[in-house]
């Protein structure tokens, strides 16, 4: 049976690469659809406007989702399983006519993206191993470009392209390494931690902010994580604050505000090493906002994750929660 379900504005309702078995009807509030474009790589942003569906081409081709889908402010979704969509479509041929329109502007708009794609003239085996390189450092794929560059470096280390591919090589060396940066540790390890010798100040104001936390001045705390993203001087301390401030909102009950932090967090980490705890808080902040659909959304999306062991403690706490709210 078709039922509305509320989100809060920040929120992601599906995240690229989710598994697509719901088709979703825009009652109010207004969408971001969110994904790449297949030329540039660039990030492409289309506005569901109300009385729209959306999510519905990859529901009916059974594929994963191809795009982030984001509440810009307070949205209520209907949402329809595929049988469901099926069946309404069946009986309302406007509903049909609809859909094809959609299809057919998304089916034109790849077409002109792939046919001047096939229109450039066609590059080397070297210009386009450099490019692919080219490609990940532009998209901060890091650890892509990394192996690319060096790839390149093997293959034609007196190449035109040596001297810049030796220098991108030597800038994603250290970009690798920061880009997802691991949060810090657990509260009860935070009073044993502390800066090395020769750190960054945002580094010392870092282990500042988790004795705080050590403490349960979780106010103090979120005061100065903000202080250092609001800095931005150090990129692996901003990460692991970004994450930090989320918690720290879980902890003094801002539950929305959790799920609007949290979301900037996957959204600007998506490879963030504790992505899997983060939608863990989201989905506790869902459910003790009373939005036990929602919830089971994030502890779902936890357990589909081909994670790491790190992942371990945020699954079995997924799993926990997930057979509290079925039973």
Do not use: W
């Not at 990030?43 to 984001?70: C, I, M, T, W």
């Not at 030597?170 to 800066?195: F, H, I, K, Y």
């Not at 945002?202 to 903000?226: D, G, H, P, R, T």
């Amino acid at each position: 049976m078709p039922k509305p379900l509320p989100y809060k504005a920040g929120s992601l309702i599906y995240f690229r690469g989710d598994p697509a078995d719901k088709v979703f009807l825009l009652q109010s509030g207004k969408v971001n659809l969110v994904y790449q474009d297949i030329e540039t790589g660039e990030d492409v942003h289309d506005l569901v406007q109300q009385g729209e569906f959306f999510g519905v081409k990859s529901a009916l081709g059974r594929y994963p989702r191809e795009e982030n889908a984001a509440a810009i402010m307070d949205v209520t979704a209907m949402t329809f399983t595929v049988p469901e969509f099926e069946a309404l479509a069946a009986a309302n041929t406007r509903i049909i006519m609809k859909m094809l329109k959609v299809l057919s502007n998304q089916l034109r708009k790849i077409h002109k993206q792939v046919s001047s794609l096939m229109a450039k003239e066609e590059q080397s085996p070297e210009d386009g191993l450099y490019s692919v390189g080219e490609y990940y450092l532009k998209t901060k794929n890091y650890d892509h470009a990394r192996y690319v560059f060096s790839r390149y470096l093997v293959y034609y280390p007196s190449g035109k392209n040596a001297a810049q591919a030796a220098a991108n090589l030597r800038q994603v060396e250290g970009l690798a390494t920061t880009r997802a940066a691991p949060s810090s540790p657990p509260p009860n390890q935070a009073a044993q931690a502390s800066p090395k010798q020769g750190q960054s100040e945002a580094a010392k104001a870092f282990y500042e902010a988790m004795s705080f936390v050590s403490q349960q001045k979780n106010s103090q705390a979120y005061l100065a994580f903000k202080k250092i993203v609001d800095a931005n001087e150090d990129a692996e301390y901003v990460a692991k604050s970004n994450f930090e401030i989320g918690h720290c909102l879980f902890l003094l009950n801002k539950y929305e505000e959790c799920i609007k932090c949290f979301t900037m967090v996957i959204t600007k980490y998506p490879k963030h090493p504790d992505l899997a705890d983060a939608l863990f808080y989201m989905g506790q902040s869902y459910e003790k906002s009373n939005m036990k659909e929602q919830a089971q959304t994030f502890y779902k999306k936890i357990l589909s994750m081909s994670g790491s062991e790190d992942d371990e403690g945020a699954r079995v706490k997924a799993k926990r929660a997930l057979s509290a709210l079925e039973g």
